[in-house]
């Protein structure tokens, strides 16, 4: 079942599409996924590029795609229309979550964060900013803004995993100083941050897949032994470029070679599922 809500932040009406698979068993607690597009898209865009839906209706998930202001999230880099008017998106999605939790999907009992490129970056500030809402974050395409990085200070652990291409020719993979889309720090740096704040212990087991044809090969880093039963991983895309992994939708800002050798939204949903630990504190 699929439905529009709405919620207002800062007298402004912020819309979100939500999913709810059929004979959800509303009486028992379920996980909730939320899903923040990439610049230039919306929620229903996410929606056909992550095809979430298919893992909810799987496993008894609810999905909310919001959408952004201007089709963008003020995601701390500066760079967004919605950063540019000062939208308060952190603020948006505190009283977006805790709408569902009261209105449509009340017995939530874990909540998930996924997101792509500026989705991806808005993810990392929720995560930074408030940990306490969520159990786990997953990032595609993205790193950690250094304004966020400046201000790293989550309240407790958090699973979290990293994918992106080491060819990204819009979010480098090394990260960027100075560049009119903002700064961000190289995604393994981003990653040895939570490794550090997870109190995970080093090194990583590292696996390499080797290429189906899809021309790129993937090296995996896990990272286990982490506080509160938190881990951290690092998909590597070599020669990926800036996509949604495995996905057959192209939107505007993709750009690159899409690694069909890992499907993102499946190796998602296997690292959320996997996932233990505390659950979120409803402190909105």
């Known amino acids: 079942m699929d439905f529009q809500v709405t919620v207002i932040s800062d007298r402004m009406e912020r819309r979100c599409l939500v999913h709810l698979p059929q004979g959800l068993d509303e009486r028992n607690g379920f996980p909730l996924l939320m899903a923040l597009h990439g610049r230039l898209g919306t929620g229903e865009i996410m929606s056909r590029q992550t095809r979430f839906n298919d893992v909810a209706d799987r496993e008894g998930w609810a999905v909310v795609y919001p959408d952004g202001i201007r089709r963008s999230w003020a995601d701390g880099r500066g760079f967004t229309l919605a950063d540019k008017k000062g939208i308060d998106d952190v603020k948006f999605l505190e009283r977006l979550l805790d709408a569902l939790r009261t209105k449509w999907v009340p017995n939530v009992d874990k909540v998930f964060l996924a997101g792509y490129s500026n989705g991806g970056f808005m993810a990392q500030r929720m995560a930074v900013e408030r940990s306490n809402m969520f159990d786990a974050v997953a990032v595609v395409s993205a ?21 992106h291409g080491t060819s990204d020719p819009v979010i480098s993979y090394e990260g960027r100083e ?73 939107t505007e ?21 996997d996932t233990r630990g505390l659950r979120p504190k409803r402190n909105l």
Not at 143 to 163: D, E, H, K, N, Y
Not at 253 to 273: C, K, M, P, T, Y
């Open 253 to 273: 800002i993709d750009s690159g070679l899409n690694d069909h050798d890992i499907d993102a939204s499946q190796e998602i949903r296997q690292f959320f599922q």
């Open 178 to 250: 100075d560049d009119e889309s903002g700064d961000w720090l190289s995604v393994e740096y981003a990653v040895k941050m939570w490794v550090e704040h997870n109190g995970c212990r080093p090194p990583a087991l590292i696996r390499k897949d080797s290429p189906k044809g899809g021309g790129t090969t993937t090296s995996i880093f896990s990272y286990a032994s982490c506080r509160n039963e938190t881990r951290v991983k690092l998909y590597r895309l070599e020669s990926g470029g800036h996509v949604w992994p495995g996905s057959p939708v192209r």
């Open 143 to 163: 790193s950690i803004p250094t304004s966020v990085a400046g201000r790293f200070t989550p309240v407790r652990p958090l699973s979290m995993l990293f994918i």
